[in-house]
C-alpha cells in the first residue's frame, strides 16, 4: 500500500477546518476527548485553537493485544454533558463504531471529528479535516508525529 505523508501544514488546515465545521453546526462542546494515540496532537491543537478543556481515552484497537477498558471510557463521557471525540482518521470505523456502541445509553451529546475521514469507511463522522475515496485511492496515511525523529536523520 503506497504511502502519504500527511503534513503539519495540512494537519493545521484539518483543525481549521474542522473549527469552521463545528461553528456552522452550532455544536459547542465542553471538552474535547482524544482517542489515544493518533488523536491527542490534534486533539491537543484543536482544544488550543477553540479554548476548550482535553482529555484523552485509551482505546488502541490495531496495534495492542489488550483490550480497551470500556468502562473507564463510558465514565469519562458520561462526566460532561457535550463531548468531541478526535482520532487522526477513521479508516474502517472500528475505534468510531465502539465509542459509539458503549456510549448509546449516555446523556452527553457525542460528536466524532477526524483529521482525514475515509467515505467508505463503516462508522459516520460530524467533522474532518478532509475527506477521501478510499476505493479510489486507499493510501496509508502517515501522520508527522509518526516519523518526526527521522525528518533529522542523515
Known sequence: MEKIYFTIEEMIDSI??????????????EVIIS????????GI???????????????????SNKEPDLNSIKEKIRQFSSVLIIDDINDSGKTI??????????TTKIHF??????????SKVEYYGKEVNS??????????????WKLNEK
Open 16 to 29: 481549521r477546518n474542522i473549527s469552521e465545521q463545528l461553528t456552522r453546526s452550532n455544536f459547542d462542546p
Open 35 to 42: 482517542v489515544n494515540r493518533g488523536g491527542c496532537i490534534p
Open 45 to 63: 491543537y484543536l482544544s488550543h485553537y477553540i479554548n476548550k478543556t482535553h482529555e484523552v481515552i485509551n482505546i488502541e484497537l490495531r496495534d
Open 97 to 106: 463504531g465502539v465509542i459509539k456502541d458503549l456510549s448509546k445509553n449516555l
Open 113 to 122: 471529528a477526524v483529521l482525514i475521514n475515509k467515505s467508505q469507511s463503516l
Open 135 to 148: 476505493k479510489v485511492n486507499d493510501y496509508w496515511y502517515v501522520f508527522p508525529w509518526e516519523n518526526w
